[in-house]
């Protein structure tokens, strides 16, 4: 479709078509939004965004194609997050303190779960934590406990983004890392 009395500018190819929007996203994109806005059948888009995924890793490029959260997006390899890091250390990035990654592994791994439920479980109040996690869009609301009515929270889709998950099956297991009477522990906490 070329401009007003220009000559017709052909199409981009899918492929192009498809890096060009991975591009400009800040969210992963559905392979059906992908195939409606290219016109293209999604099992072909499907199929494209599998090639370009393996292609990236076979040439070693410093990004990468994952599908992530119900959708696909662009992100840096693990191998250049040194370098990453080097660039964007100038404060603009805030890490989590230890006591929001500890508030997120136990929402991550228990929810839906409530603000009571995860101070018993770190042994500290967690309600300031909670609040940041929420405000930085990690955990959200997910209801209420019927017998104390208490607000139930989960982690987000921006979670799995950020932990580059499809959804909360890929999230490691935690059995190796806790001690074989935890399940006792617990119990005595209670």
């Known amino acids: 479709m070329g401009g007003p009395g220009g000559p017709e500018t052909p199409e981009p190819g899918l492929r192009a078509g498809l890096e060009a ?13 992908l195939a409606q806005v290219l016109e293209r059948p999604t ?6 965004l599998r090639e370009l995924s393996a292609e990236y890793t076979a040439t070693g490029r410093g990004f990468d194609l994952r599908e992530v959260a119900g959708g696909w997006r662009f992100y840096t390899r693990a191998e250049c997050a040194s370098l990453v890091e080097r660039f964007v250390r100038d404060g603009q990035q805030t890490r989590l303190t230890q006591a929001a990654l500890e508030t997120l ?27 940041t996690l929420v405000a930085r869009g990690l955990v959200e609301e997910a209801g209420t406990e019927p ?7 989960r982690t987000t889709s921006y ?6 998950l499809r959804d ?7 059995a190796p890392f806790l001690p074989d009477d ?3 522990l617990e119990e005595h906490r209670q």
């Open 168 to 174: 909360l099956g890929e999230l490691p297991e935690l």
């Open 159 to 164: 979670f799995l983004e950020r932990m580059g």
């Open 182 to 184: 935890v399940e006792t």
């Open 147 to 153: 017998e104390s009515q208490a607000v139930l929270y």
């Open 43 to 48: 099992h072909e888009v499907a199929a494209a």
């Open 105 to 131: 592994a136990v929402v991550a791994y228990r929810q839906p779960v409530s603000r009571a439920r995860v101070a018993a479980i770190r042994g500290v109040n967690s309600d300031g934590v909670m609040r």
């Open 21 to 33: 929007i991975l591009l400009v996203v800040d969210e992963p994109v559905a392979e059906v939004t």
